[in-house]
Nanobody
Framework: QVQLVESGGGLVQPGGSLRLSCAAS????????LGWYRQAPGKQRELVAR???????SYSDSVKGRFTISRDNAKNTVYLQMNSLKPEDTAVYYC??????????????WGPGTQVTVSS
């Protein structure tokens, strides 16, 4: 059974940066397309960044140009570099493996997530 553990969140001022990590145990992440999701209070979880097994990346319009997703298969880890953070980026961030082109259905159990708070 695959376990995902996200880390790297915290409190940051608007305009700041954070780098999130998601490490997996129990399976090789290299066999999956991977994504970073976020869920703000009172809102549905949304997919914000995606990377395929061929390292093709895509982003939601809300984070395009500010966030970068990457993966290190040797470390079984996926990353999210977040720059120029805005208060509206405040959310709990999760990683998972999207099924096909779905932004909703995923292959793995959710991890605990990591809280990102952007505030002055």
């Amino acid at each position: 059974q695959v376990q995902l553990v996200e880390s790297g969140g915290g409190l940051v001022q608007p305009g700041g940066s954070l780098r999130l990590s998601c490490a997996a145990s129990g399976s090789r992440l290299s066999i999956y397309d991977l994504g970073w999701y976020r869920q703000a209070p009172g809102k549905q979880r949304e997919l914000v960044a995606r990377i395929t097994t061929d390292d093709i990346t895509s982003y939601s319009d809300s984070v395009k140009g500010r966030f970068t997703i990457s993966r290190d298969n040797a470390k079984n880890t996926v990353y999210l570099q977040m720059n120029s953070l805005k208060p509206e980026d405040t959310a709990v961030y999760y990683c998972n493996a999207p099924i096909g082109t779905s932004n909703t259905f995923v292959r793995l159990d959710w991890g605990p997530g990591t809280q990102v708070t952007v505030s002055s």
